[in-house]
C-alpha cells in the first residue's frame, strides 16, 4: 500500500544543534512532496514543496529539503534549531495510486520536536 | 483573506450518537479535504470533495460520509459513533482537485475535537 514513513516519532535537541527529520515514501510515480508544520494550538501550515526542479528546496524560517529520488526521501533539514521551532512535523505525498486512479494526499504520522533553550 | 473555518471546535457525543461537523474553506477554493488526526497515527485521509462532487475517499467504513455545498462549504458527518472515533477531525482547503495531482499546498482549519464518550 502507498505510504509516507517519519521513523523518527519524537526528537529533543538543545539550541543551535542541528536538525534532520527523515521521511520516505513507497510511490513509484511522480509525486509532490510537503513538509507542514503545526505549533501548539496552532493549525498545520506549508514549510516547503518540491515537485519539480532542484531536488534541494528551502521553506520558511531557515528550513531545507532535499527530495533523493533514488532513495523515496524528503529529508527536513535545519543548521540550526531555536526554541521557537518546538511543534509537530508532517512529511505528505501528493501521489498517483494506480488502484484507484487519483493521486492522493497522504501524510506521515508526524515527528514531535521539542527544542530546549 | 479570511483563512479556512471549522466548526464547532469541540464536541462531546455518545457512543452511538451521530455527528455533524461544517467547514467553510477559502474564498475562491473549491477542493476541500477531510483527514482524522489520533496521536500517533497522524493525518487519516478520509474524502476529497470538488465542485460539489466526492472525488476521492480513503480506508474509513461507510459511517462517513460528508458532501459539499454550491458555496464549496463543506460538512462531514459521522453516525453510529464509536469511541474509536474520537480525534481532530481537520479540514484542508485549495484552489484545484489535489486528486488530479495538483501541487499546491493545503490550507487547514484549526480542526474540531471530537470526544466520544
Known amino acids: 500500500a502507498q505510504s509516507v514513513s517519519q521513523h523518527n516519532h519524537h526528537v529533543i535537541l538543545s539550541e543551535a544543534a542541528s536538525l534532520e527529520l527523515g521521511c520516505n515514501y513507497s510511490?513509484?510515480?511522480?509525486?509532490?512532496l510537503f513538509w507542514y508544520v503545526q505549533y501548539p494550538g496552532q493549525h498545520l501550515q506549508l514549510l516547503l514543496k518540491?515537485?519539480?526542479?532542484?531536488?534541494l528546496v528551502k521553506g520558511i524560517k531557515g528550513f531545507e529539503a532535499e527530495f533523493i529520488k533514488s532513495k523515496f526521501s524528503f529529508n527536513l533539514r535545519k543548521p540550526s534549531v531555536q526554541w521557537s521551532d518546538t511543534a509537530e512535523y508532517f512529511c505528505?505525498?501528493?501521489?498517483?495510486?494506480?488502484?484507484?486512479?487519483?493521486?492522493?494526499?497522504?501524510f506521515g504520522t508526524g515527528t514531535r520536536l521539542k527544542v530546549l533553550a | 483573506k479570511a483563512g479556512v473555518t471549522q466548526t464547532p471546535r469541540y464536541l462531546i457525543k455518545t457512543r452511538g450518537q451521530q455527528v455533524t461537523l461544517s467547514c467553510s474553506p477559502i474564498?475562491?477554493?473549491?477542493?476541500v479535504s477531510w483527514y482524522q488526526q489520533t496521536p500517533g497515527q497522524g493525518l487519516q485521509f478520509l474524502f476529497e470533495?470538488?465542485?460539489?462532487?466526492?472525488?476521492n475517499k480513503g480506508n474509513f467504513p461507510g459511517r462517513f460520509s460528508g458532501r459539499q455545498f454550491s458555496n464549496s462549504r463543506s460538512e462531514m458527518n459521522v453516525s453510529t459513533l464509536e469511541l474509536g472515533d474520537s480525534a481532530l477531525y481537520l479540514c484542508?482547503?485549495?484552489?484545484?482537485?489535489f486528486g488530479g495531482g495538483a501541487h499546491t499546498e493545503a490550507f487547514f482549519g484549526q480542526g474540531t475535537r471530537l470526544t466520544v464518550v
Open positions: 474564498s475562491g477554493h473549491r477542493s
Open positions: 518540491y515537485f519539480s526542479g532542484d531536488p
Open positions: 484542508a482547503s485549495g484552489p484545484y482537485y
Open positions: 470533495y470538488f465542485s460539489e462532487t466526492q472525488r
Open positions: 505528505a505525498v501528493n501521489a498517483f495510486g494506480f488502484t484507484s486512479g487519483t493521486y492522493k494526499y497522504i
Open positions: 510511490y513509484g510515480g511522480t509525486v509532490n
